[in-house]
């Protein structure tokens, strides 16, 4: 089937930042350089094609970008200084819009105000939100006592509200916002695709692929260079931590253990990896900082800010100091809501969910590509006769 | 006559090129047992600095007359040896080569056969040195003044240096004005420079130069003549006729282009918008690229080897529209900016200075290359009903594995070069070959490239290949250095070995005229006898063999010395017997 060039994809793509892909001559230096290119999927240079060419559908329903941990090496190499990881990263960026059905992705990823304007609002409203609360609850949300006194706690009660249905209406409303993008991700790549014809027992086969890529981020390791791998796996569990220090804080109501120990320790992973690389984007140091997206940038901004008005809150707390460690706690949250609203269901945050999930896909595509190959090999040796 | 000579025999084992075939040895074992052998040694490289002193020193203390080097062919160190028994003060004509490498070495693998060959050929060469004749080179006049056919480029070059030089110079174009191809062309690649600007100032100084003489609607009628004394006929305005002397012809008739609509699928004729390279300069030129009904296309898709590089039409690469493609697409970037661009190519070829860059620069301001196989080229079809854009290329393209189809408003066909299509007709004019695409042959297409088989003409720019600007312009030059350089010498040496007519044996019966490939017999109706002009005689024999009356002798290669050489041959089969 003949696929029609696009030739306004490519300008589409340059505000997801592939500003470099057109000067790629297809020499397959990058895809010969890049450490995690493997067969079925050898990358960077088709997708470069992909791009250049406007194949739109074609790139909808790629993986390779996924499978691309930006250690930059094929961007050092390459002659043309097409930034082929650059344009990975831009593709990755493309494909969270693509897959996102609400558009509200794309109107993120190709306006920076747009992004901006949202956190802002949904930061002013969360803050709100909390100050309201605090104030309804006693000032108190339970952790730190002493800040807005004198407010009337029954009628909060009486609302039947609290913080926890605010977060579980928040959570519902993520992972369905996810859940649903995931599947035209699994439709784009693999359920469309009347080529493979996946079987459901490969599906179960390599289902435990998802966590397993999830925690571990092993193919990053695979990377040349560890460092960035190291960064990333900090920031990752940083935010792993402060999600079990949150389901402690929200459903077990247990504060100490949680609060204590591991919530410094997430706010320490968190700071210590956002300034890292953040430095390393305003600075340019390495070919994965060389180019930011607005995304980039403005996600790093939000770690940092919820890694440092969290810590900041602990501290507050420890040495007594409640008001100071409520009015925190709100700037935190404030911080920690659009993060979840925002930067998780669409944009930057996003790849957290599709990364292990191309990951899984991937493996069952090579699965079945292989076990064809393999049927068609065995096919081509003539079978011996029997005297 | 024999038994007086005194021959040395120069034995050689090329490195191991001669010595690991033939047995050296064994062949200065048998010479040196031949009649009139005086000497005869084997050496490593008789080429070589030692290897010539020896012969010369060995002239002196034997006292020899006569040499045989066996070696490789005389085509590669006949003109050595020549010079080296001549510094040993022996005329250069007493030499006779042996080729055991070519004729021997390199192509039998069997070591006693070679080796017997080797003592054939050998002993064929000793037996007919002794019947060589002692020649002294001839010198004929040369005439400074120059013709130069054909005034685009490279006639204008040559001819402006010609004139600078202060050499009187014809310059002949067939068209009513100067400039032939480059003429037509806007920028040239890969720096766009105008081709107006390059052109107008030659021109002007070409016009103005009292030295140089513009012949325009002007053809070459006739040629005769040889180096540095030629006689042409110039034909203008299809009546009058001028008669003029040169001593050189440089041809400078350039090329023409490929006929697009030749190839069915690219809908050259059919569609309107589907325009070659010359109707795209014509319209940067004016400014404006535009379609047929005036509107600026969107979507422009350049077709490259159009003609070219396929097995269906031409084989050979035109060279230049690889890059002439890049200004395209930088041309119509500029005239529409807005304007997607797809450049189809087989091989992107940027092989000249600037080229590489210029390619990068292209690929920055967001042209699409995209491959195809020259055996599978792209088609063109009419857009579906409702398409906003006018027609659909579609490609096979190789390096995503795709079918893709373009959108296109404009397709531009980069038409290949070819020969003129008079172009055998000025060959035989001149006197030089074609190849079989139909390009002028140069006498050596590494170390001779201007040259050609008949001495004093000479070829530059695309009349003998596809060419730019820059390759065009060298060539025009150099012939001119080469011509020059015969002007300061005043006088022309030619070859002493030439064909001979006996004017007693002669019977007029003209054979020999029209089997004369370098026309050089003349015939004279009063004395009803034919004469060779003995510069103009290459020697190839062939009115030797033709003559029915045996009238003909080749210097250097007569009867007798050749069969001497054949009883030499037979002197050894005879000597194993
Ligand atoms: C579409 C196109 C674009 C190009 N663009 C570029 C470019 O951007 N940069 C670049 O470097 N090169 C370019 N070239 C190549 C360039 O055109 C040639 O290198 C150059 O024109 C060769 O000059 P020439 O003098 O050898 O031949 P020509 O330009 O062909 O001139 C030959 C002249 O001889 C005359 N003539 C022919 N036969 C006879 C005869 N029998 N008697 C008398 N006169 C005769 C003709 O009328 C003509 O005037 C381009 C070529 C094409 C086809
Ligand atoms: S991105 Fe660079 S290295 Fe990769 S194919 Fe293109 S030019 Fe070559
Ligand atoms: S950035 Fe690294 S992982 Fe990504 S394609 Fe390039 S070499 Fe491969
Ligand atoms: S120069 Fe380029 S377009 Fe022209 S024939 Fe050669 S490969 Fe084809
Ligand atoms: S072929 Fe011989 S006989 Fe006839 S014209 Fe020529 S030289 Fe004279
Ligand atoms: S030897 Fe050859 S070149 Fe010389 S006159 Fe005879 S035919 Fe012509």
Redesign the pocket.
């Known amino acids: 089937m003949a696929v029609r060039a696009n030739p306004n994809l490519l300008k589409q793509l340059k505000r997801y930042g592939a500003d470099d892909v057109t000067k790629c001559f297809h020499c397959g230096t990058c895809s010969a350089t890049c450490p995690l290119s493997q067969e079925p999927f050898l990358f960077p240079r088709k997708s470069m094609r992909y791009l250049q060419m406007g194949l739109g559908d074609r790139l909808k329903g790629n993986l390779e970008p996924w499978l691309c941990y930006y250690c930059g090496d094929c961007s050092d190499q390459c002659p043309r200084e097409a930034q082929p990881g650059e344009t990975m990263m831009s593709m990755r960026r493309w494909l969270t819009a693509k897959y996102d059905f609400t558009g509200l992705s794309m109107l993120f990823y190709e306006s920076r105000t747009a992004e901006v304007a949202a956190i802002i609002v949904v930061g002013i409203l969360s803050g709100i939100g909390f100050y309201l609360l605090g104030a309804l609850s006693g000032g108190d949300f339970g952790s730190y006592p002493g800040f807005i006194p004198g407010h009337n706690a029954e009628y909060l009660t009486e609302l039947g509200w609290d913080v926890k249905s605010v977060v579980l209406v928040m959570a519902v409303f993520v992972l369905g916002l996810l859940g649903i993008n995931v599947l035209r991700m699994w439709w784009f790549t693999t359920g469309s695709r009347k080529d493979l014809n996946v079987p459901f027992d490969i599906y179960m086969k390599h289902i435990l692929l998802c966590p397993w890529h999830f925690f571990t981020q092993k193919r990053y390791s695979e990377c040349d260079k560890k460092k960035p791998w190291v960064v990333h796996i900090i920031l990752m569990l940083g935010f792993v931590a402060l999600f079990a220090v949150f389901l402690a804080h929200m459903i077990w109501q247990d504060d100490t253990h949680a609060h204590t120990y591991l919530g410094p320790l997430a706010g320490v992973m968190l700071v210590g990896a956002s300034s890292f690389a953040l430095s390393g984007r305003l600075n340019k140091t390495e070919a994965h900082y060389k180019y930011s997206h607005h995304s980039d940038m403005n996600f790093l901004y939000m770690c940092l800010f919820v890694g440092l008005t969290g810590l900041a809150q602990h501290i507050a707390g420890r040495i007594g100091c409640g008001a100071f460690a409520n009015f925190m706690y709100i700037l935190h949250m404030m911080g920690a809501v659009p993060m979840l609203l925002i930067q998780l269901p669409f944009t930057k945050w996003a790849h957290l969910v599709y990364r292990p999930h191309a990951m899984y896909f991937a493996a069952i595509q090579a699965d079945v590509i292989a076990g064809r190959e393999g049927a068609k090999g065995a096919s081509a040796v003539p079978h011996k006769q029997s005297a | 006559m024999t038994t007086e000579c005194k021959i040395g025999v120069y034995v050689c084992s090329c490195g191991t090129n001669i010595g690991k075939m033939v047995d050296c040895d064994a062949v200065t074992g048998y010479t040196k047992n031949l009649p009139g052998v005086a000497v005869c040694k084997s050496y490593k490289y008789m080429c070589s600095n030692p290897g010539q002193e020896m012969i010369v020193k060995d002239i002196q203390r034997y006292g020899l007359d006569r040499v045989v080097v066996a070696a490789c062919s005389p085509r590669m160190h006949e003109p050595t040896f020549r010079a080296a028994i001549s510094h040993g003060g022996l005329n250069p004509y007493y030499l006779e080569m042996a080729n055991i490498r070519e004729q021997c070495s390199w192509v039998h693998d069997d070591h006693q056969q070679a080796t017997d060959k080797a003592k054939a050929l050998t002993c064929a060469a000793v037996k007919r040195v002794p019947f060589h004749e002692p020649f002294d080179m001839q010198s004929v006049p040369m005439n400074s003044a120059s013709l130069v ?7 204008l070059t040559a001819a402006l240096e010609l004139a600078d030089a202060n050499q009187p110079v014809y310059l ?4 009513g004005k ?5 003429a037509r ?1 806007d ?3 890969p720096y766009l420079d105008s ?1 107006k600007d390059l052109l107008a100032e030659r021109i002007c100084r070409v016009t103005k130069n009292p030295k140089i003489t513009v012949m325009l609607n ?3 009628e006739s040629i005769s003549g040889y180096v540095g004394n030629f006689k042409a006929q110039i034909k203008s305005n299809g009546e009058a006729v001028t008669d003029i002397e040169i001593g050189s012809i440089i041809v ?4 023409r ?1 490929f006929d697009a609509s030749k190839v069915g699928e690219y809908g050259y004729g059919r569609f309107p918008n589907v325009v070659t ?2 109707d795209l ?1 014509k319209m940067l030129k004016e400014g404006r690229v535009v379609m047929k009904d005036g509107k600026t296309p969107k979507y422009v898709t350049i077709i490259n080897c159009v003609g070219s590089r396929s097995g269906k039409y031409n084989r050979y690469c035109s060279r ?2 690889c ?2 493609a890049l ?1 395209y697409a930088n041309g119509i970037k500029s005239a529409a900016p807005d304007a997607f661009i797809t450049n189809l190519y087989t091989d992107m070829n940027a092989f000249g200075k600037g080229c590489e860059d210029f390619y990068r620069r292209s690929a920055e301001r967001d042209t699409i290359f995209m491959m195809f196989d020259k055996h599978a080229p792209p088609t063109v079809s009419a857009a579906g009903k409702g398409e906003h854009f006018n027609m659909l290329v579609k490609v096979n393209e190789i390096l995503s594995g795709e079918e893709v189809e373009i959108p296109a408003d404009m397709v531009v066909l980069m ?1 290949g ?1 070819e020969a ?1 299509e ?1 172009s055998m ?2 060959a035989r004019l001149v006197n030089i070959s074609r190849d079989k695409d139909g390009w002028f042959i140069e006498s050596h297409p590494k170390l001779d490239p201007v040259a050609t088989s008949t001495d004093g003409v000479f070829i ?4 003998a290949s596809p ?6 312009v060298a060539q025009a030059r150099a012939t001119t250095a080469r011509i020059l350089a015969k002007i300061c010498q005043g006088e022309i040496w030619v070859e002493p070995v030439y064909a001979e007519i006996n004017e007693d044996l002669c019977s007029g019966c003209r054979v020999c005229n029209e089997l004369c490939p370098y026309s050089a017999i003349d015939y004279d109706p009063v004395k009803k006898r034919s004469a060779i002009i003995s510069v103009m005689c290459k020697s190839c024999g062939g009115c030797v063999a033709g003559c029915p009356s045996g009238a003909i002798k080749a210097r250097h290669f007569t009867d007798k010395q050749i069969f001497e050489q054949i009883e030499g041959v037979l002197e050894w089969a005879s000597s194993r017997a």
């Open positions: 056919i054909g005034g685009g480029v490279a006639g002949v174009e067939k068209d100067l400039g032939g191809n480059l062309i920028l040239t690649s081709a002007s053809e070459v400078c008739t350039g090329f282009e390279s010359f300069e230049v529209c890059m002439t200004k038409v070069m003129r008079d007709n000025v530059a720019g695309a009349c060419k730019d600007i820059p390759d065009t």
